[in-house]
């Protein structure tokens, strides 16, 4: 980790994957969020944490952020608890943050004639609307979105780069909020349509919603099935008018100060 003082380099986001289902080139959500010296892996779907070990090893984490509890956002978690408990190396006792009741939830899922507490190998966190995180020089703040069950959006903060992550989310007036400030916007895609009311954002929705926060740059992720790349695009860029991309798999996106 670095040490405290004034932070210096961009934060950087890679995609691991974040698709609805692991397929044979994409695993589902998970993202790699670094600053300062700091690995933060954000969501752990299903498949991640296998490509997630071409970029960095287990023991090298600091934290994990887990957006909500729906499947391909969570999946590998009891995995990775696996990994964390089974390991030959000693692994330090990270904080996992994400929605109440994460730890209980894989608790039940890797019961066996044995208890397994995930508390005996990571600091449980429950995230709260507003909650910071601290991570070294790194700053996470969620944010409380509109996805049917509890979910949240995160602002990255490191020194004055910023980068906002919507999680799974309706548009809401706290996806604006986590975005306004930040250089780059990491937005799911998943509503194919514009849908009111909805738990997911349609490129129009991704559009309107980097515009009101004004930021600098619109990374789409999560694209529907029936959503080709050209189209997401094409069709943000309607309510949009910076540059978008898309987030694909190994692609490292970065937020740099000023830019």
């Known amino acids: 980790m670095a040490k405290r003082g004034k932070p210096e380099g961009p934060i950087r986001w890679t995609t691991i994957g974040s698709a609805p289902y692991p397929t044979a080139d994409e695993s589902c ?4 969020l670094q600053a300062g010296g700091a690995n933060v892996l954000v969501d752990v779907g299903g498949g991640v944490l296998g490509p997630l070990q071409h970029y960095l090893r287990l023991e090298d984490l600091h934290a994990i952020w887990i957006s909500h509890l729906h499947a391909d956002h969570f999946a590998d978690m009891p995995l990775l608890y696996y990994a964390f408990a089974f390991s030959e190396r000693p692994m330090r006792k990270i904080p996992v943050l994400g929605p109440v009741g994460w730890a209980s939830r894989v608790e039940a899922f890797v019961k066996s004639a044995s208890d397994h507490h995930m508390k005996d190998f990571f600091q449980v966190v429950e995230l709260k609307d507003r909650g910071i995180a601290e991570i070294g020089d790194l700053r996470i703040q969620a944010r409380a979105v509109e996805h049917g069950v509890p979910a949240f959006g995160l602002t990255a903060r490191f020194g004055d780069r910023r980068l906002a992550y919507t999680g799974d989310s309706g548009p809401c007036d706290n996806l604006v909020t986590l975005a306004k400030g930040a250089r780059v916007l990491v937005a799911e895609c998943f509503a194919s349509e514009i849908e009111i009311p909805s738990v ?3 490129p129009e929705d991704a559009g309107l919603t980097a515009a009101h926060a004004n ?3 619109l990374v789409l992720s999560h694209l529907a099935p029936s959503l080709s790349e050209e189209e ?4 943000a860029g309607s309510t949009f008018n910076g540059p978008i ?3 694909r798999p190994g ?3 970065e937020a740099l100060s000023g830019t």
């Open 29 to 32: 959500t998970g993202f790699l």
């Open 200 to 202: 997911h954002l349609s």
């Open 215 to 217: 930021v600098s740059r």
């Open 232 to 235: 997401a695009i094409e069709r």
């Open 245 to 247: 991309e898309i987030a």
């Open 251 to 253: 692609m490292t996106f």
